[in-house]
């Protein structure tokens, strides 16, 4: 029958009706229990010693941020600042500081009183729980030892009724032996005296067995109502002793036990004090308050920085227009272009960041309200990037707006009517004249730029003086070189010098009034001589270019310079553009020479370029082949204009 049944039925187990003959068994209980009440006395020592070190602990932190709270406080301080005319119902008690620092503060002086209260604790735990519980064990180990030496003394009375009964039994023993011996001395006896004093000692041989035998017979009543007592009476009281021993103990650590709950909840409690008073702290902490608390602490008379004004140059006594010479024109012209471009481009850039940040504005919507979705944190950080490079961008556009503003303010929203250039950065491989200043274009490194739709060549730093005349024809650079405008006075300020020190200005009405197919003879007065056979017919598809057929011997005005054209002029006709990789230089007439064959390939199937440094080519294509000594596999050739490899096996020899 299990325990619970026991104490249902009303019914009580005692260690002397069911556990017979057990006293060291009942003593080891008994010591194994005021063990553990040394044990849990072990415990509350450490416990205690833990919550005062941590007390302390708490207490010296709570010091050190109090500490730092009143140097910031004393460094910031929000007293003597008047209300604004816009706060009039601003509180006046929050004159002491913000509401983050009252919660603040109010955490600092709770925590602190959670560490006393939790000092106060670990001294009670001493006191209730750990002293009471020493004076328990020792009391009860005390009363352990007493019924020890009592069960010591009955045993041992119980085996002295023993050696007794031992005794007597010995006794009877050796007068039975001693009677048989007179028996058989006296039946020997030879004459009628002496049988007559044998007779004598053999009665008085039985007398003393008979005494012996019921002095035995008494020891062994002795030892059997002993050893019956002992069994059913004192063993069975001295058990029961030891159960309320046992139980005594048990209900002295029960009640210690109360005390330590008691104390415990005592803590708790104070701590949930201390716990609602930091919670109504920080309730009460409301942002738009500290915010007001800041401006009216932070408040002091501002006035907006003028604008930085024009400052002249130390050498010319200089106006802050702008120069809107002709000149000048095509410089802000080009600007002009540059920045609607950039200006179109930074508001379609920030269209698409609106878009985002309201997607991204829904999406933190959804995550607020079920927070399973994801975390509305991580998306306000995006909204937080995406409302900077917003920023960023209209910042930029508000720039370029102001420099279009003041360009169309100056010289109108027209400007040089003409069509601007589609410039794209460039390498020169080979030197190339820059069709703006003359001078050498050569870098690979992508030193200037050409135009993609005629051809024109110019250095980075000549691209915003080139004049916005594109003819939209290839090749038509070159028609253009003597079109552009000269460098002409860029200051205001150089109508203060002497006429004859200032540079004559090219008037813009001359950029459509000079000839369209003007050539500088003196940059090609050594070129006219060198002659070249066309290879394939050409039709010619504008005013600046040359139709030819194949076998037409032609003299190259110009060469290639880059553009994938030359300026030719055939016998009787004016000089005009052709494809230069549909013509074969021949020689020149000052130094002939033999020019070598061309050699020719013909493509036997598709191939599409997969880098710039590849030719795409198509069965049937008449390919130049200029170079074998490339890659392994691969050969150099000029098709259309464009010089590039293509797979050797794709082509066969014409």
């Known amino acids: 029958m299990d ?5 249902s039925q009303g019914q009580q187990l005692s260690f002397g009706a069911e556990l017979k003959d057990q006293v060291p068994v009942i003593n080891q209980h008994l010591v194994n229990g005021i063990s553990f009440l040394n044990e849990f006395r072990d415990f509350c020592k450490e416990r205690a010693n833990i919550e005062r070190d941590y007390a302390h602990r708490i207490e010296g932190l709570v010091r050190k941020y109090q500490h730092k709270k009143e140097k910031k406080t004393t460094m910031t301080p929000t007293t003597g600042v008047p209300p604004s005319p816009l706060e009039p119902d601003f509180d006046p008690s929050l004159s002491d500081g913000t509401t983050t620092l009252r919660a603040w503060t109010s955490i600092l002086n709770d925590t602190e009183a959670l560490s006393r209260d939790r000092q106060m604790y670990s ?5 209730r729980v750990y002293d009471p519980l020493k004076g328990l064990a020792t009391k009860k180990d005390d009363a352990r030892k007493k019924h020890i030496h009592f069960a010591q003394k009955l045993l041992s009375e119980r085996d002295r009724s023993a050696q007794e009964r031992d005794k007597a039994k010995t006794r009877y023993d050796a007068s039975c032996d001693e009677v048989e011996s007179s028996k058989q001395k006296q039946e020997r006896a030879y004459d009628e005296k002496n049988q007559e004093k044998l ?3 053999y009665f008085q041989d ?24 002992y069994y059913e009476q004192d063993l069975p009281e001295l058990s029961n002793n030891m159960q309320a021993l046992d139980e005594s103990r048990i209900e002295g650590l029960k009640g210690i036990w109360e005390n330590y709950i008691g104390l415990e909840s005592k803590l708790t409690a104070d701590m949930g004090a201390h716990l609602d008073s930091m919670v109504q702290a920080v309730r009460a902490v409301d942002a738009s308050v500290d915010s007001a608390v800041f401006v009216r602490s932070q408040r002091k008379p501002w006035t907006l920085p003028p604008d930085q004004p024009f400052e002249s140059s130390s050498t010319f006594n200089d106006t802050e227009e702008l120069v809107i010479d002709d000149n000048a024109q095509v410089f802000l012209s080009n600007k002009l272009m540059k920045l609607r471009r950039k200006q179109a481009q930074a508001t379609v850039d920030i269209n698409s960041r609106l878009k985002d940040m309201e997607g991204l504005q829904n999406l933190k919507e959804a995550y607020t309200g079920n927070n399973s979705m994801g975390d509305p944190e991580e998306v306000q950080e995006n909204i937080l990037e995406t409302s900077r490079a917003i920023t960023v961008l209209q910042t930029m556009r508000a720039l370029y707006e102001a420099e279009i503003n003041t360009i169309v303010q100056n010289m109108g929203e027209t400007g040089v009517q003409n069509q601007p250039h589609d410039f794209k950065a460039a390498s020169f491989t080979i030197p190339t004249s820059c069709d703006y200043c003359q001078s050498t274009i050569w870098g690979i490194a992508k030193q200037g730029f050409t135009c993609r739709d005629c051809g024109y060549n110019c250095h980075s730093k000549c691209e915003m003086k080139v004049p916005p005349n594109c003819s939209n024809v290839k090749g038509g650079a070159k028609a253009q070189r003597n079109s552009m405008i000269q460098p002409s006075s860029t200051f205001n300020t150089m109508s203060s010098l002497p006429p004859e020190l200032a540079p004559a200005a090219t008037p813009i009405a001359e950029l459509s009034s000079r000839p369209s197919t003007e050539v500088d003879t003196g940059s090609s007065a050594s070129l006219n001589q060198m002659q070249a056979h066309v290879i394939y017919d050409y039709d010619a598809s504008g005013p600046a270019e040359l139709t030819v057929r194949a076998g037409d011997v032609v003299v190259v005005v110009e060469p290639d310079d880059g553009s994938g054209w030359v300026a030719c002029q055939l016998k009787g006709s004016q000089p005009g553009l052709i494809p230069a990789s549909y013509i074969e230089i021949e020689q020149f007439h000052e130094a002939p020479s033999e020019t070598p064959s061309v050699q020719q390939v013909r493509a036997m199937y598709d191939y599409d370029a997969q880098s710039d440094l590849e030719l795409s080519i198509r069965q049937g294509d008449v390919i130049v082949l200029t170079s074998t000594d490339c890659s392994e596999g691969w050969w150099e050739g000029t098709l259309r204009g464009v010089t590039a490899q293509f797979p050797a096996s794709y082509v066969e020899k014409i």
């Open 199 to 201: 007779r004598k000692t």
């Open 123 to 127: 001294e009670a735990l001493i006191t």
């Open 3 to 7: 325990s619970a049944s026991v104490y």
């Open 206 to 229: 039985i007398l003393d067995m008979n005494n012996n035998k019921n002095s035995y017979i008494l020891a062994l009543q002795v030892l059997n109502t002993h050893r019956k007592k």
